[in-house]
């Protein structure tokens, strides 16, 4: 036997380190188990200073933070991507999906957008108001406590807004908004859509004696050295280890699949470590997958035996469908009002101060799920791509555009901070047909057989995003302002993102009481082995208008605290 | 000049420039100042990408008069002016040559529209393009510097084409500079504590915020406060 066998058991190994992986960490750990977290790339840290991104300048880099070595730039704190070198994925049928992975400590929690929103109950239960795709098998009353935890240990800043589809929870003031922002509260009033503060996983004040409070330089993308936004490594997995907690870190091992026995139990997991390019197992009482949607559901699929013929935990054939990404569009515009603005720090924290929550009722629309509005704009700090077309808005005003000598000195600064941008993230249906699946005939560099996508929009997906931008386009016209783009036709989707893009991929061992239709049960527990549970977004019914993190850590937690008790109780 | 003693002017000239503002943040110039001077990073690179700069960094794909020629068409799109450099003496030459092997498909193009500028050049003067008088430069320039919006992009004219994308990675590569962002203003990138719009902005552009709205913010005074609520939510400190 060349596979190197640990023989070590953990009571849970866990697969991923991002937030469902980092909760998992946390709450495992603290439960006193002895934990391996088995992740898939390097150990990062924001605050170690070979590793940080934050508070440099755009001349430290020689592309000037330009995207051509890391997928959102120089600065951005990720490693991973849509294309990762030696791991291919393939598509079905001329079908799009862009399948985005993180390689590191903490996952793509290093470098995200800290919107934290929580489902309402008609999230849960949206079947029942449209007819479309299912219910989860819980409600807001189940997760409640969880997001209450959740918000607590974590942080966010928001405010207690009273909106039926908008649950608050436990605040931390949200700072000012910027000028830019002040338009759009204005320009959207103008129409009646609704602006409030939004919703962020950042300290603007003090959590804990650990953590420190932001000090407002814009840069939560490059992840925060002094643990003032959400990272899984930073807020769960360091803190865990710092409390004592028995945790084995294996960096870069990229895992294959589930082992099991002939009970059909699974025993451990298989990986590739990728310094020595050999495959060790690791054994576990419990198994708790976290390597994002997609990457799951790959491992199961994977993680054939007699037992499990079909794959693991896919008796049902449920594994990989009902994919499905958030919808995205987005517009940009030239505010004239916001031409030679004085200069002063507004990098803020990174991202939006306001936007806009699903405003209207769908019953009148033609289109069944919503989406909400993301703003951003401002004088942020020049990076690659800074200058371009310098003074293309010149065409507004009837001057010449381009030219040459100093005169583009006073075009920049014209300019800076005049542009104002919106995204819609929607709700897309969940379908069984847009799936991931084993391509048989293609390989990984581990070995490992690869993910094949396919993945269709419906036309309940295109009628949403020409309604962003019909909204888009009547913000900009009571902004003032011009749009730099007119509005996407049909030939274009109406500017649908192709799926994948949004990086809200959820639904691939979807959750529910009937095995036949279901991978997991309400505490995300195999239906197929009850030793094996799913913590990342792979058991999302229906994903919202809202992003997914901080339902991935109220049910992450949610699951762990099932998870001790069940061993305690020694039904697993 | 041989081609050595070229990038090593080109460079010194970039260095200075980050010299001259070195008294204003000097922690960070000397950082700067160590990576112009070594080559090596100091910005969170992983030891592959390090590598991958570092083998971008030990080619050479602009020929010795492609960056004299860069080096005066960058100082007539971006000149000096009473206050600032020109772009040519920020290292904005350095900066092209690195992205041109670093996004392989800038080769063609700029390669190509230089040898076009000493095409016309020769044809018109009987001289390169970096031997002109600044009059026969900017009378060539004047061809070529002002791109026709009615067109897309990609059907406009080689030679406009070249110049939008050289006033691109001139404009680029300056304001991206020390230099550059002192010159354009941005306060950034400086721990600080946000607090609102300055009121003489928000008078300047006719805004105001609202008391209900200010009531939901930050005091910042309790910023440092440990957070704690009661059990509906409200915050207690």
Same mark, same amino acid.
């Given at each position: 036997m060349?596979?190197?066998?640990?023989?070590? #058991?953990?009571?849970?190994v866990?697969v991923?380190s991002?937030a469902?992986?980092?909760?998992a960490?946390?709450?495992?750990?603290?439960?006193g188990?002895?934990?391996?977290?088995?992740?898939?790339?390097?150990?990062?840290?924001?605050?170690n200073?070979?590793?940080?991104?934050?508070?440099?300048?755009?001349?430290?880099?020689?592309?000037?933070?330009?995207?051509?070595?890391?997928?959102?730039?120089?600065f951005?704190?990720?490693?991973?991507?849509?294309?990762?070198?030696?791991?291919?994925?393939?598509?079905?049928?001329?079908t799009?999906?862009?399948w985005f992975?993180?390689?590191?400590?903490?996952?793509?929690?290093?470098?995200?957008g800290?919107?934290?929103?929580?489902f309402?109950?008609r999230?849960?239960?949206?079947?029942?108001?449209?007819?479309?795709?299912?219910?989860?098998?819980?409600?807001?009353?189940?997760?409640?406590?969880?997001?209450?935890?959740?918000?607590?240990?974590?942080?966010?800043?928001?405010?207690?807004?009273?909106?039926?589809?908008?649950?608050?929870?436990?605040?931390?003031?949200?700072?000012k908004?910027?000028?830019?922002?002040?338009?759009?509260?204005?320009?959207?009033r103008?129409?009646?859509?609704p602006?409030?503060?939004?919703r962020?996983?950042?300290?603007?004040?003090?959590?804990?004696?650990?953590?420190?409070?932001?000090?407002?330089c814009?840069?939560?993308?490059?992840?925060?050295?002094?643990?003032?936004?959400?990272?899984?490594?930073?807020c769960?997995?360091?803190?865990?280890?710092?409390?004592?907690g028995? #945790?084995?870190?294996?960096?870069?091992?990229?895992?294959?699949?589930?082992?099991?026995?002939?009970e059909?139990?699974?025993?451990?997991?298989?990986?590739?470590?990728?310094?020595?390019?050999?495959?060790?197992?690791?054994?576990?009482?419990?198994?708790?997958?976290?390597?994002?949607?997609?990457?799951?559901?790959? #491992?199961?699929?994977?993680?054939k035996?007699p037992q499990?013929?079909?794959?693991?935990?896919?008796?049902?054939?449920?594994?990989?469908?009902?994919?499905h990404?958030?919808?995205?569009?987005?517009?940009?515009?030239?505010?004239?009002d916001?031409?030679?603005?004085?200069?002063?720090?507004e990098?803020?924290?990174?991202?939006?101060?306001?936007?806009?929550?699903?405003w209207?009722d769908?019953?009148?629309?033609?289109?069944?799920?919503?989406?909400?509005i993301?703003?951003?704009?401002?004088?942020g700090?020049?990076?690659?791509?800074?200058?371009?077309?310098?003074?293309?808005?010149?065409?507004?005003?009837g001057?010449?555009?381009g030219?040459?000598?100093?005169?583009?000195?006073?075009?920049?600064?014209?300019?800076?901070?005049?542009?104002?941008?919106?995204?819609?993230?929607?709700?897309?249906?969940?379908?069984?047909?847009?799936?991931?699946?084993?391509?048989?005939?293609?390989?990984d560099?581990?070995?490992?057989?690869?993910?094949?996508?396919?993945?269709?929009?419906?036309?309940f997906?295109?009628?949403?995003?020409?309604?962003?931008?019909?909204?888009?386009?009547?913000?900009i016209?009571?902004?003032?302002?011009e749009?730099?783009?007119?509005?996407?036709?049909a030939?274009r989707?109406?500017?649908?993102?192709?799926?994948g893009?949004?990086?809200?991929?959820?639904?691939?061992?979807?959750?529910?009481?009937?095995?036949?239709?279901?991978?997991v049960?309400?505490?995300?527990?195999?239906h197929?082995?009850?030793?094996?549970?799913?913590?990342?977004?792979?058991?999302f019914?229906s994903?919202?208008?809202k992003?997914?993190?901080?339902?991935?850590?109220?049910?992450?937690?949610r699951?762990?605290?099932? #998870?001790?008790?069940?061993?305690?109780?020694?039904?697993? | 000049?041989?081609?050595?003693?070229?990038?090593?002017?080109?460079?010194?000239?970039?260095?200075?420039?980050?010299?001259?503002?070195?008294s204003?943040?000097?922690?960070?110039?000397?950082?700067?100042?160590?990576?112009?001077?070594?080559?090596?990073?100091?910005?969170?690179?992983t030891?592959?990408?390090?590598?991958?700069?570092?083998?971008?960094?030990?080619?050479q794909?602009?020929t010795?008069?492609?960056?004299?020629?860069?080096?005066?068409?960058?100082?007539?799109?971006?000149?000096e002016?009473?206050?600032f450099?020109?772009?040519?003496?920020?290292?904005? %030459?350095?900066?092209?040559?690195?992205?041109?092997k670093?996004?392989?498909a800038f080769?063609? %193009?700029?390669?190509g529209?230089?040898?076009?500028?000493?095409?016309?050049?020769?044809?018109?003067?009987?001289?390169?393009?970096?031997?002109?008088e %600044?009059?026969?430069?900017?009378?060539?320039?004047?061809?070529i510097?002002?791109?026709?919006?009615?067109?897309?992009?990609?059907?406009?004219?080689?030679?406009v084409?070249?110049?939008?994308?050289?006033?691109?990675?001139?404009?680029?590569?300056?304001?991206?500079?020390?230099?550059?962002?002192?010159?354009?203003?941005y306060?950034?990138?400086m %721990?600080?504590?946000?607090?609102?719009?300055?009121q003489?902005?928000?008078?300047?552009h006719?805004?105001?915020?609202e008391?209900?709205?200010?009531?939901?913010?930050?005091?910042q005074?309790?910023?440092g406060?440990i957070?704690?609520?009661?059990?509906?939510?409200?915050?207690?400190?």
């Amino acid at each position: 036997m060349q596979i190197k066998e640990s023989s070590k #058991i953990y009571d849970a190994v866990i697969v991923g380190s991002g937030a469902g992986g980092g909760m998992a960490t946390k709450i495992l750990s603290e439960a006193g188990l002895n934990i391996a977290v088995v992740e898939a790339g390097p150990h990062f840290d924001p605050s170690n200073p070979d590793q940080q991104t934050q508070m440099k300048w755009p001349w430290e880099s020689p592309r000037r933070g330009a995207n051509t070595q890391r997928t959102f730039g120089d600065f951005d704190a990720l490693y991973g991507g849509w294309d990762i070198p030696g791991e291919p994925y393939t598509r079905k049928d001329g079908t799009k999906f862009d399948w985005f992975r993180a390689r590191m400590l903490g996952g793509r929690t290093n470098h995200w957008g800290r919107i934290s929103l929580r489902f309402s109950e008609r999230d849960f239960k949206h079947k029942d108001v449209d007819g479309l795709g299912d219910n989860w098998p819980i409600g807001y009353e189940d997760v409640k406590p969880y997001y209450d935890k959740v918000d607590k240990l974590i942080g966010l800043f928001g405010s207690k807004e009273n909106l039926p589809n908008e649950p608050d929870g436990f605040f931390l003031p949200p700072p000012k908004p910027r000028l830019h922002e002040l338009f759009y509260i204005k320009g959207a009033r103008k129409s009646n859509i609704p602006v409030i503060p939004s919703r962020m996983s950042m300290l603007t004040k003090k959590i804990n004696p650990e953590r420190g409070v932001c000090f407002y330089c814009g840069q939560c993308n490059r992840s925060c050295s002094a643990y003032a936004d959400f990272s899984a490594g930073s807020c769960l997995i360091f803190p865990a280890q710092k409390n004592g907690g028995q #945790i084995d870190l294996y960096n870069n091992a990229m895992v294959r699949e589930v082992l099991t026995n002939s009970e059909g139990k699974a025993t451990g997991i298989s990986y590739i470590d990728k310094a020595d390019r050999k495959e060790y197992t690791l054994r576990a009482k419990v198994v708790v997958l976290a390597a994002s949607a997609c990457s799951s559901a790959r #491992i199961l699929l994977n993680s054939k035996s007699p037992q499990h013929p079909n794959g693991l935990g896919n008796s049902g054939n449920t594994v990989g469908k009902y994919l499905h990404d958030s919808t995205g569009s987005g517009r940009s515009a030239f505010v004239p009002d916001l031409v030679n603005r004085k200069m002063y720090n507004e990098d803020g924290v990174g991202g939006m101060h306001v936007y806009t929550p699903w405003w209207l009722d769908n019953k009148k629309l033609d289109f069944p799920r919503g989406y909400h509005i993301e703003v951003w704009g401002g004088m942020g700090m020049p990076n690659y791509g800074f200058g371009f077309n310098a003074n293309e808005y010149n065409k507004f005003f009837g001057l010449k555009v381009g030219g040459y000598g100093n005169s583009l000195r006073s075009d920049v600064k014209k300019y800076y901070g005049s542009v104002v941008g919106f995204g819609g993230r929607g709700e897309s249906i969940a379908m069984e047909d847009n799936y991931c699946e084993i391509d048989p005939s293609v390989v990984d560099q581990f070995g490992i057989p690869v993910l094949r996508f396919h993945y269709n929009w419906s036309d309940f997906e295109r009628k949403q995003a020409k309604h962003m931008h019909e909204t888009f386009d009547e913000l900009i016209h009571n902004m003032g302002g011009e749009a730099l783009s007119a509005a996407p036709g049909a030939d274009r989707e109406y500017g649908l993102e192709a799926p994948g893009r949004i990086i809200h991929e959820v639904g691939t061992t979807r959750m529910g009481n009937d095995p036949k239709t279901s991978v997991v049960n309400q505490f995300q527990q195999l239906h197929d082995a009850n030793n094996v549970f799913i913590v990342d977004a792979g058991p999302f019914v229906s994903q919202a208008d809202k992003n997914p993190t901080w339902t991935i850590l109220a049910l992450s937690w949610r699951t762990c605290d099932y #998870i001790v008790e069940q061993l305690k109780m020694q039904n697993i | 000049m041989d081609r050595r003693e070229s990038i090593k002017s080109l460079f010194i000239g970039a260095a200075a420039g980050g010299l001259a503002l070195a008294s204003c943040q000097p922690e960070i110039s000397a950082e700067a100042q160590e990576a112009m001077a070594t080559g090596a990073t100091n910005y969170g690179r992983t030891p592959e990408e390090d590598a991958q700069i570092a083998a971008l960094h030990a080619q050479q794909f602009f020929t010795p008069h492609e960056l004299e020629s860069l080096a005066i068409l960058t100082a007539l799109i971006l000149p000096e002016n009473e206050d600032f450099p020109s772009a040519a003496s920020v290292g904005v %030459p350095d900066f092209i040559e690195f992205m041109a092997k670093d996004y392989p498909a800038f080769q063609t %193009p700029i390669r190509g529209g230089l040898m076009w500028l000493d095409h016309i050049s020769n044809r018109r003067f009987g001289l390169e393009f970096k031997k002109l008088e %600044p009059a026969q430069q900017h009378e060539i320039l004047e061809e070529i510097a002002y791109p026709d919006l009615a067109v897309s992009e990609g059907a406009r004219p080689l030679e406009v084409r070249f110049f939008s994308l050289m006033r691109n990675l001139t404009l680029t590569g300056y304001y991206t500079t020390e230099t550059g962002i002192k010159d354009l203003g941005y306060q950034g990138n400086m %721990p600080n504590v946000w607090d609102g719009v300055p009121q003489e902005v928000l008078d300047q552009h006719g805004m105001a915020y609202e008391e209900a709205w200010l009531a939901k913010c930050i005091d910042q005074k309790t910023r440092g406060n440990i957070a704690s609520w009661d059990e509906q939510g409200n915050l207690l400190t």
